[in-house]
């Protein structure tokens, strides 16, 4: 078994204080700030800004990132690397930020990877990402502590998920007061994506014993916390215990992989612009069902144990419904309704979509075989 973790993280609300420490150990001179419009318009940035202004260190922003973040993003954020000459990226944002400064990092220390596509996979990559430091502001991608990123090819209408050892943050810093002013929406959506990944990672035929300590613990602090972040997004507590519980989903699912709800959830994004979150939210409990016919069903014990569910004498078909109805209660709790043809999706594009997830590489990793044919049934459900 093999498990990579990264090498330093800070929780709890101010904690990216310590940006400026960190700064001053490493002796770094020029911070590239990868951000978006909306955290500056909000002033979410400025909290981190006034840190590296007291710190003394010259900085730059690059805000141009979308919410499913492309190649174009990665290559014009390369441009204000090469003339700026940063030493260290700091991304305050969500996982598109973060995901986008990963594919930024990789590609200045990697420079045979420029054209950004190449990178789509298992990239042989030689050299470790220009420093990192990753400041999330959701709490449901885990890109602060995953080896992971998603980038868009949207030539290929595909998105890109990249797994590269090199790229995870150098450090990360779980700070609550950055995520106080998230929209409920986004709350609900990133939520259920951290629940997503912990889920999956319970699920997934690589989970082994490490994983599931790691996801576990992430579905039971999700199950309690989630809606009282979402209910009051000025509850710190809760806002801490979500910013912990998609980390720790994330320290799992970075080293066993996933299964199809991502891979189903990847062609909405890219051909559809359909945010992660909430695409994985639409199709959690609907996989979840399909893949109660696999070995992994014996699992779903340990995610009711994780909800505080009781399950007296009941058979393990039984026990798997219940915590499907669990889910379901929760994203439904924080306003989760969508369906697929609510953001423009026909039921021609069903068959394009099923072929692109069939060959997503999350694929691979879900404990019951499928089909392009199973996809398309799937996302009909959801539809």
């Known amino acids: 078994m093999k498990f990579i973790l990264n090498e330093t993280s800070y929780f709890g609300a101010g904690c990216v204080a310590n940006i400026a420490n960190e700064l001053s150990a490493k002796q770094f001179k020029k911070v590239l700030v990868c951000t978006d419009e ?3 318009k909000f002033k979410v940035v400025d909290k981190v ?4 202004k007291k710190a003394g260190v010259e900085y730059k922003i690059f805000s141009k990132i979308q919410p499913n973040p492309t190649v174009k993003n990665v290559k014009d954020g390369l441009k204000v690397v090469e003339k700026f000459g940063a030493d260290v ?3 305050v944002g969500g996982g598109s930020v973060i995901d986008t400064a990963k594919a930024i990092g990789i590609i200045v220390t990697n420079p045979e990877f420029s054209d950004v596509v190449s990178l789509d996979g298992t990239a042989p990559t030689k050299n470790k990402s220009l420093p990192l430091f990753a400041c999330p502001t959701t709490a449901g991608t885990a890109a602060e502590v995953t080896i992971n990123y998603v980038i868009t090819d949207t030539k290929r209408k595909k998105k890109m998920v990249c797994v590269d050892p090199n ?6 810093f779980m700070d609550a007061e950055l995520m106080v002013s998230m929209p409920k929406s986004i709350t609900s959506s990133t939520g259920m994506d951290a629940l997503t990944h912990a889920i999956e990672c319970v699920l997934t035929k690589g989970a082994n014993q490490m994983s599931d ?5 992430s579905i039971r602090v999700i199950a309690t916390n989630l809606k009282r972040a979402y209910d009051n997004g000025a509850d710190i507590e809760a806002r801490e215990q979500m910013a912990y519980a998609q980390y720790v989903a ?7 992989g996933l299964g199809i709800v991502h891979s189903l959830a990847h062609p909405l994004g890219a051909r559809f612009d359909v945010a992660h979150g909430l695409a994985n939210a639409i199709l959690l409990p609907t996989v979840m069902k399909y893949n109660m016919k696999s070995d992994a069903l014996p699992k779903y014990r340990l995610i009711a144990n994780a909800f505080n569910l009781k399950y007296n004498n009941l058979t393990d078909k039984q026990v798997a419904n219940r915590v499907i109805k669990a889910v379901e209660n929760l994203k439904a709790d924080v306003g989760i309704t969508a369906k697929l043809r609510d953001f423009g999706i026909k039921e021609k594009d069903l068959s394009v979509l099923a ?3 069939y060959n997503d590489i999350c694929t691979g990793g879900n404990p019951r075989e499928t089909s392009v044919e199973d996809m398309i049934e799937l996302y009909k459900q959801v539809f």
Not at 167 to 172: K, L, R
Not at 250 to 256: A, D, L
């Open 89 to 91: 990226i700091i991304a």
């Open 38 to 40: 909306s955290l500056i």
């Open 213 to 217: 300590m790691f996801a576990l613990e």
């Open 49 to 52: 800004l006034d840190v590296i």
């Open 355 to 357: 072929n692109d997830a």
């Open 250 to 256: 994330g320290m799992g699912f970075s080293n066993v």
């Open 167 to 172: 790229d995870i943050p150098m450090i990360a």
